[in-house]
């Protein structure tokens, strides 16, 4: 009974800002690296950001200072504060859980233009 449920996409102009969240629930959430990947129609898709339980971040580098990914462990969510936006960051957005490969939220749509 995983659950991943993403929230908070939409369609902004270029520079504006989002905050997505994703709530978890099923899995051993403070003990699992969490992660936000990306997808648009016909291509791969790409890690964005991640965390760990010890709250280590990484980031890929086309959002590096522009994305800051954060946890609250008491309420088992994974956050994804996205920043001066740009049209190249339209896609759905997932989280997902590392120790739990198998397992998908349906997504959230970012759509960035102008």
């Known amino acids: 009974q995983v659950q991943l449920v993403e929230s908070g996409g939409g369609l902004v102009q270029p520079g504006e800002s989002l905050r997505l969240s994703c709530a978890a629930s099923g899995i051993v959430f403070s003990f699992s690296t969490m992660e936000w990947h990306r997808q648009v129609p016909g291509k791969q898709r790409e890690l964005v950001a991640g965390i760990t339980s010890g709250g280590s971040t990484n980031y890929a580098d086309s959002v590096k200072g522009r994305f800051t990914i954060s946890r609250d462990n008491a309420k088992n969510m994974v956050y994804l504060q996205m920043n001066s936006l740009k049209p190249e960051d339209a896609a759905v957005y997932y989280c997902?859980?590392?120790?739990?490969?198998?397992?998908w939220g349906q997504g959230t749509q970012v759509t960035v233009s102008s």
């Open positions: 997902k859980a590392k120790r739990y490969p198998l397992y």
